[in-house]
Structure formats: structure tokens, C-alpha cells
């Protein structure tokens, strides 16, 4: 038992300690507490309320490419309680990107704990309901993985998503794989966050409109923003990411994934820059996939005197590049098993020069081009759209 001596002692290092705590838990004089508020808000129709507590600053917009309207000019107003505000039409369904540039600083929504990745930057994501396709549903889910491997071709580990299909864990079967690759200043994580590709994967696979595949989404930029080089430092060989491909993703992929590991399961596609390695990997190995799928996209660098808003080239216009690949271009034994090569740009789409003349230099030697054109530009409202219609047509 405690002695009335040792009680004393407990009780004056109480009254001791208490103002000291009292002081640590006090707020700061002249701080206020943020108001409660919500951001993004999305409503029945589809408007989209953003927020944030801004109280000292000067200019706040918000920065959201895709959303019609708004790009980077969306000016916000601020209320007397320091949140600024904009609501925006309502949009199409789908998932958008946005940031906040607060007096010249852009920043993630603090409210908001949904984020989307790119190259070098984080972006806030919210999403605006009622597509079929898109939208969770009740049905079977498969699983998304952020899967680090080491690139012997790039001397460092480097990281990819890669979905399984419902049932995988569980299950002992082998699937087939599809490589779906971003675009230009996005990265792995892209396709799975605002492309929605896991969610349009479970959905289709649920209403028996595509095969259950294994999805592989790899990084396409060989230098990121962990490996910026310096100022003047010559840049990356061009097939830097192809090499990387053959090499080390896709055996890895085949190593560590019950995949069928053969042309005739073996599908390729991309956005934007991907497209254009979709082509650089298929051309020259044809052998090596059955089902190709260029979005917004074409042969980069093949049509020196093309420029958006030209004309198409004439039908037996010419490239260098026929020269330079002509071997792989008319060689009809690997033609025989390329069951699939599909198109599709937006018709406001500044690339739809390049599609056209890749389409056209694709025909004059053989190959059997699918190619459409969609409304709209180059944006992600597109490109979720062009993987719904092109991973019905995979496996079949």
C-alpha cells in the first residue's frame, strides 16, 4: 500500500503536469477550425461541387483536363468561411482527374483521399456514376497487384499492375494475357485508377461479353521521376521500353502467372504513346501476338511531313519507314496469325493524322486493319471506351 508521504508526492506531480498538458491541447490564439464540408460532391445529375480551405488564398482554380469545359481555366469563388468552391455541369459518366492551383501551387483535394498517378505527379480523382460499364457492380471482382520486378535492361527495379480475373486465386486454370500499356506522362498505375480497366474487365466478364484474361499494365516510361537525368544528358534509345518488354516483363508475366504462354493468347494494346510501342513491338514481332489495339495513336516519327489538322496521305503516299521495315511489313507467315489489329481516334483528336497514315501504310502491305473513329478528343472519356469495345473482341 501507498503511504500518505507517496500520495502527496503522485498528487503535487498531477497539479504539476496538468497546466503543461492543459497548454499542449489549447489551440493557438487566433486559429479557427476549418468548416465542415465535403469535396468532391457529386450529384444525381451529375454536377460536381469542389471545395477547399483556402482562407489565405489570393487565387484558387482547379485543374481538370477532361472535364468539359473546365480544363485548366476553372476560376473558384470563396465564401466568408474561406472555402473556395466551383460546381461544374453535369458530365458524362466516367472517372476525372483534378487538381487544385492555389496561388500558383498545385495540390491534391485534402478532403479526398481518392488519387489517381502519372509520371511525376498525383492527381485527385473523382467519379461521376452511371455507365454500365464503369460502375461497381454485385458481381464476381478480380484483384489488382502492384508487382515489383527487377529490369535487367533498365538495371533497376521498376514496378507494373496487373489484374487477375475473378476466380484466379482460388483457382487452378490458365488464362490468357493482355498487355495494355498508357500513355505519354502517365504511368502503371493509370490504366487501373481513371482508365477504370479492372472494373470495365469485371464487368465484362461478368455479362459473358469478354473471355476472363489476365490484364498486364506495365510502366512505359523508362526514365521517371525517381531517375530524371540531368539537364543536357543525351536521351534514352527509343526502343529502351520495348527491349524492357521482351526481356523482363514479359517473362516475368509468364514465369509468375498461370498465363497460356502462345501467340494465339497473347493480346496488346495502348493509349496515345502505348499505341505507338503497341506498333513498335508488334511490327518486328508479329510472331509473338495474336490481337493488337492502337488508341488515339499511330507509327510516331514514321511520317516526318505530317502535321495535325493535315490532310490524310494520298493511298500510296509513301514513308521512309516502309524501307526501313519492309522485311517485317510484307512478311505473310506471321500475317497468318494475327487474328485482330484495331483502331480508334477521336475525329477532334490532334493524332487522327497519324492514325490515318498508319492505317493506310498497315493496308498497303497487307495487313487487315479494323479502324473507326469515334466522337471526341484525346482524353480518357475515349480511351475507356475504346478497352470496352476492343477486350469483347480478344480470345475468341
Not at 193 to 221: C, E, F, Q, T, Y
Not at 358 to 368: E, P, S, W
Amino acid at each position: 500500500m501507498r503511504s500518505i508521504a507517496s500520495w502527496r508526492l503522485l498528487f503535487a506531480a498531477i497539479i504539476a503536469i496538468a497546466p503543461a498538458a492543459g497548454r499542449v491541447a489549447a489551440q493557438p490564439a487566433g486559429r479557427a477550425q476549418p468548416p465542415a464540408f465535403v469535396s468532391p460532391e457529386v450529384s444525381p445529375d451529375r454536377r460536381i461541387v469542389f471545395r477547399i480551405y483556402a482562407p489565405r488564398a489570393e487565387s484558387v482554380r482547379l485543374n481538370a483536363g477532361d472535364i468539359p469545359g473546365v480544363g485548366g481555366g476553372g476560376a473558384m469563388k470563396k465564401d466568408d468561411n474561406g472555402v473556395w468552391e466551383l460546381t461544374v455541369d453535369p458530365v458524362p459518366p466516367g472517372a476525372y482527374r483534378y487538381t487544385f492551383n492555389v496561388d500558383g501551387v498545385a495540390t491534391v483535394d485534402p478532403r479526398s483521399p481518392a488519387t489517381s498517378e502519372s509520371n511525376n505527379n498525383a492527381w485527385s480523382l473523382v467519379l461521376a456514376p452511371g455507365s454500365e460499364l464503369m460502375d461497381t457492380k454485385s458481381v464476381p471482382h478480380g484483384a489488382v497487384a502492384a508487382v515489383t520486378y527487377y529490369s535487367s535492361v533498365l538495371a533497376r527495379f521498376r514496378r507494373m499492375h496487373v489484374y487477375t480475373p475473378p476466380g484466379y486465386e482460388s483457382g487452378k486454370g490458365r488464362y490468357p494475357v493482355f498487355y495494355l500499356l498508357h500513355g505519354a506522362s502517365d504511368s502503371d498505375d493509370s490504366w487501373s485508377s481513371v482508365g477504370r480497366a479492372p472494373v470495365i474487365l469485371d464487368n465484362l466478364i461478368a455479362a459473358k461479353k469478354a473471355v476472363p484474361m489476365i490484364v498486364v499494365m506495365p510502366a512505359g516510361h523508362t526514365r521517371n521521376s525517381f531517375t530524371v537525368p540531368p539537364p543536357g544528358a543525351p536521351r534514352p534509345p527509343a526502343d529502351e521500353f520495348e527491349q524492357e518488354f521482351l526481356h523482363d516483363i514479359l517473362p516475368y508475366v509468364e514465369a509468375n502467372y498461370r498465363s497460356i504462354n502462345d501467340r494465339a493468347h497473347r493480346a496488346i494494346a495502348g493509349l496515345s504513346m502505348g499505341g505507338g510501342q503497341t506498333l513498335n513491338l508488334l511490327i518486328p514481332n508479329q510472331e509473338k501476338f495474336a490481337y493488337a489495339g492502337v488508341f488515339s495513336s499511330g507509327l510516331f516519327g514514321a511520317f516526318p511531313n505530317r502535321r495535325p489538322g493535315a490532310e490524310p496521305p494520298a493511298p500510296d503516299a509513301r514513308s521512309p519507314y516502309e524501307d526501313q521495315h519492309k522485311a517485317e511489313l510484307d512478311n505473310a507467315q506471321w500475317k497468318r496469325g494475327l487474328k485482330l489489329v484495331w483502331f480508334s481516334t477521336g475525329r477532334d483528336d490532334r493524332l487522327m493524322p497519324t492514325t490515318q497514315s498508319t492505317v493506310a501504310l498497315l493496308k498497303r502491305h497487307g495487313f487487315d486493319v479494323h479502324f473507326q473513329e469515334s466522337a471526341g478528343g484525346h482524353t480518357w472519356l475515349n480511351w475507356r471506351d475504346y478497352l470496352s469495345e476492343f477486350a469483347p473482341l480478344l480470345f475468341r
